[in-house]
């Protein structure tokens, strides 16, 4: 369901966008409130899950058009609600030219975790995004993704690059996870290398456990959320 009212003003022009969405096992309501003026949009995104509220926040944009081919919004500072957590976004820039996606310095964090965004994307081999993580709960992001044929838990701090370019993997990471879970057993502390890559959309892995005292353990092969599967060996 969508609904779009648009009002003109002496001095620019208003919009009210309402939508609804299912996300998160929920119906999410959407409202978009814009206003323009100079060349210049003032946006505010509220959503909210209609039935369990475990997705719900607000987002404050400024976007300039400085030329037809240099679009730049600035993120103002505000928080978002997931399932139990609060995850509070930091002032950040958003930056589209010449076909080429940038974001500089955007942080999301809760108390604990810690997720930052710099770098581009395009369809060149050179643009990356990278994501620095600092103690993100592996178990909350799947479950968040709907992936819970097996059981994986732990704290993932390391580097992520997602790339749009047809010749690089569509997101890699380097990640190392602190007393890592597997079904509920501990195989200590984990290093991950992992690729995700089309059509397939499967993650490849390869890692090392290292449970102190105990020895270690390698494992190599995919997790597809696509499927609900996975195949390690």
């Known amino acids: 369901n969508v609904s779009l009212h648009l009002k003109s003003q002496e001095m ?3 919009l009210l966008l309402q939508a609804k969405k299912q996300l998160f096992n929920d119906h999410v309501q959407f409202v978009v409130g814009t206003q323009i003026h100079d060349n210049i949009l003032e946006n505010n995104i509220e959503w909210d899950g209609i039935n369990n509220h475990e997705f719900s926040g607000n ?6 058009f400085v030329s037809p ?3 730049v919004s600035s993120v103002l500072p505000t928080s978002i609600h997931i399932g139990d957590s609060i995850w509070n976004v930091s002032t950040g820039e958003l930056l589209i030219e010449d076909d080429k996606y940038k974001i500089k310095n955007l942080t999301v964090n809760t108390e604990h975790q810690k997720l930052t965004f710099n770098g581009g994307v395009s369809s060149e081999n050179k643009d990356s995004l990278h994501i620095a993580l600092e103690h993100i709960n592996v178990g909350y992001i799947l479950d968040k993704i709907n992936f819970r044929s097996v059981l994986f838990d732990g704290s993932a701090s390391g580097d992520a690059y997602l790339s749009l370019s ?15 879970l597997f079904n509920n057993a501990l195989f200590g502390d984990a290093s991950i290398q992992a690729e995700w890559k089309s ?3 499967r993650i ?4 090392e456990f290292v449970e102190q005292g105990v020895g270690w353990t390698k494992a190599k092969g995919y997790i597809s959320p696509a499927e609900n599967g996975l195949d390690l060996h």
Do not use: E, Q
Not at 166 to 180: D, E, G, T, Y
């Open 59 to 64: 987002l404050n944009t400024i976007t300039s």
């Open 166 to 180: 047809p010749n690089n993997p569509l997101l890699r990471a380097n990640l190392s996870v602190k007393s890592f």
């Open 69 to 71: 081919k240099k679009i």
């Open 12 to 14: 620019g022009a208003g």
């Open 204 to 207: 490849n892995i390869d890692a």
């Open 199 to 201: 059509p397939k959309d």
